[in-house]
T-cell receptor, first 117, second 115 residues
């Protein structure tokens, strides 16, 4: 079974600085998708970024980028120029690309990011 | 605007009562999901459905039941058999399309408190 691990329960970053959130996963599959979701205090889950495992190029979305290391099964999120609005829980998620029947998304336990003014 | 609605935002029930949480989507998504969120435990999958009239148990289905009579709706019933029902419940949906995986879209959630 696949698992997703976020080893940092909480992180802090100074406004305008850069922070990296860690995520590792375990799978025997070669084709899958990885996601980072943000959950602000409103608790509305928002997609931050997605990565397709067959693509070697790291995904980027404005100030958000990932470092995808397939061999190491690592998928870290880098937030540049941190803003107060980035303060939230961040969840890493895995989804198999297999069409054998399962449509499950597997989530990590989350990292709470605090942004200091 | 397309999206997922969950109602109500806050729900209070007495122990021993069944309660049904609503989830409606107008995104024309085939797949729908229910998650439970507790502090420090991330999102845990309760049930999911890929098509109408079909659904599968997730990792923590005991004490819960669902139905999928319409594509747009996926209500979750928390029964009296659920030992610790107080939690935040999230509904999600996604496109099902051979050839590509799509992200999940989430509703705003329902906070259920059972006393």
């Amino acid at each position: 079974a696949q698992t997703v691990t976020q080893s940092q329960p909480e992180m802090s970053v100074q406004e305008a600085e850069t922070v990296t959130l860690s995520c590792t996963y375990d799978t025997s599959e070669s084709d899958y998708y990885l996601f980072w979701y943000k959950q602000p205090p409103s608790r509305q889950m928002i997609l931050v970024i997605r990565q397709e495992a067959y693509k070697q190029q790291n995904a980027t979305e404005n100030r958000f980028s990932v470092n995808f290391q397939k061999a190491a099964k690592s998928f870290s999120l880098k937030i540049s120029d941190s803003q107060l609005g980035d303060a939230a829980m961040y969840f890493c998620a895995y989804r198999s690309a297999s069409y054998s029947g399962t449509y499950k998304y597997i989530f990590g336990t989350g990292t709470r990011l605090k942004v200091l003014a | 605007d397309g999206g997922i609605t969950q109602s109500p935002k806050y729900l209070f029930r007495k122990e021993g009562q069944n309660v049904t949480l609503s989830c409606e989507q107008n995104l024309n998504h085939d797949a729908m999901y229910w998650y439970r969120q507790d502090p420090g435990q991330g999102l845990r999958l309760i049930y999911y459905s890929q098509i109408v009239n079909d659904f599968q148990k997730g990792d923590i289905a005991e004490g819960y039941s669902v139905s999928r009579e319409k594509k747009e709706s996926f209500p979750l019933t928390v029964t009296s058999a659920q030992k610790n029902p107080t939690a935040f419940y999230l509904c999600a949906s996604s496109i099902v399309w051979v050839g590509r995986i799509y992200e999940q879209y989430f509703g705003p959630g329902t906070r259920l408190t059972v006393t």
